[in-house]
């Protein structure tokens, strides 16, 4: 499934029944499973600008990240809280895994591009090839 948006797809969504792999498992390896399993993972609020940012800018580099909206999983306040320890930080969103690897906020996302580390990042991965 896409994640459609005015303008065009983000990459893969989870749905919130998709996404909760495991099911009652705990968030944290809920997020690990998924960060392992993709090159590329946005967790992220539908609602967020700072969210809405970093997809703009993974689709624009021609990435097809798998985003997983947090506020459509019921379950998603609790990956939320455990993004929150993971990061060390009080703002969960948006939270960015690259080929398995905690990139980090908004913040190291971009400083990551501007200095022109997150290109060889992304290739390294698998999710972007040129």
Do not use: Q
């Amino acid at each position: 499934m896409h994640y459609e948006r005015a303008g065009g797809a983000w990459g893969t969504y989870m749905a919130a029944a998709a996404a909760a792999t495991g099911g009652g498992g705990d968030p944290l390896e809920r997020v690990e499973r998924l960060a392992r399993e993709n090159a590329v993972v946005i967790f992220s609020v539908s609602s967020c600008c700072m969210c809405h940012a970093i997809k703009r800018l993974f689709c624009g580099m021609g990435v097809n990240p798998t985003v997983y909206e947090l506020d459509e999983d019921p379950r998603g306040k609790e990956v939320e809280k455990a993004l929150m320890r993971l990061l060390g930080t009080s703002s969960a969103v948006p939270v960015v895994f690259i080929g398995g690897k905690l990139v980090g906020a908004m913040d190291r996302v971009m400083a990551s591009h501007i200095n022109g580390t997150l290109v060889p990042l992304l290739k390294e991965a698998g999710a972007l090839w040129l």
